[in-house]
């Protein structure tokens, strides 16, 4: 599969988090009519005692039963923010993962030059010995009809480099810079700005003010920080700021995409 089809995956799932809010957000102010209630029931061939209740989402009815375990209170702003969260999570993962399948589609390529032009980010990847031995052994063995089928060492150490590369996190500029640095791609902001339309350091700034709001969710539960005890409070997301964030992470990657074309 292409870099594009799984970063595309990821962005339909972000985008599908999102639809869910706007969807299932409870705009009902007031309680369901006894009347509507029993009428629905009476259609649905269900017990007149039960309880039900109703949220009435954008373009959508959603009809609770007794034993469902959720109530309206699981439809309002607070609680169903954990689907932006969930989509903000999703696209920033989509373009780590985009830039793990970009770096190691070319990095055999890379790998090939002679050492002279080999930059210093990657001189810095260091793959495991036994790596290293098994690509040497497989080096010497030819097979086929009279040997004339060579084998490809350079399968183990690309396989050796992946492993080594999805530990590592390209998410903050930085070190998407110098990942896609390992793979010759020069001068990656300056490019992408130019692409986007706006300047570098807007581009850097805002793609870490996004990794860092990630970074939030996933590793303090999006809990507000505090000096001392007190009622526990979250940060603030809305729809439009998780809408604007994964629209600049899709151009950013079309950006990146350019470049490494």
């Known amino acids: 599969m292409h870099r ?4 595309d995956n990821g962005r339909r799932r972000a985008q599908y988090f999102l639809r869910l809010h706007a969807l299932l957000q409870d705009r009902r102010q007031r309680g369901i009519r006894h009347d509507w209630a029993r009428n629905f029931k009476r259609v649905m061939h269900w017990p007149q005692r039960e309880r039900v209740n109703r949220i009435d989402g954008r373009q959508a009815i959603l009809v609770l039963r007794e034993g469902a375990g959720l109530g309206p209170e ?21 373009l780590d993962r985009y830039c793990h399948e970009l770096v190691v589609s070319r990095i055999v390529k890379a790998l090939g030059r002679s050492e002279k032009s080999i930059n210093r980010e990657l001189r810095q990847l260091y ?21 004339r089928v060579r084998t490809r060492p ?3 150490i690309r396989h050796a480099v992946q ?3 999805y530990r590592e996190s390209y998410q903050a500029p930085e070190d998407i ?7 010759d791609i020069e001068d990656l902001w300056p490019r992408c700005a130019e692409q986007m339309h706006i300047q570098q350091a807007d581009l850097i700034r805002e793609l870490g003010r996004i990794v860092d709001r990630r970074n ?12 001392k005890g007190g009622r526990l409070i979250l940060h603030t997301i809305t729809r439009r700021q998780v809408r604007a964030d994964i629209e600049f992470i899709v151009h950013l990657v079309s950006a990146i995409e350019t470049q490494a074309s």
Request: charged fraction near 30%; avoid cysteine; aromatic fraction near 2%.
């Open 74 to 94: 699981h439809f309002r702003e607070e609680t169903l923010s954990e689907l932006l969260r969930a989509a903000l999570v999703d696209i920033v993962s989509a």
């Open 216 to 227: 939030k969710i996933v590793h303090e539960g999006d809990v507000i920080r505090r000096r």
């Open 4 to 7: 594009r089809d799984i970063f």
């Open 127 to 147: 793959i495991p010995v036994l790596a290293a031995k098994a690509a040497v052994r497989h080096a010497g063995i030819r097979r086929g009809k009279g040997g």
């Open 154 to 156: 350079m399968t183990i």
């Open 163 to 165: 492993d080594i590369l």
């Open 177 to 183: 810079r110098r990942a896609l640095r390992m793979v």
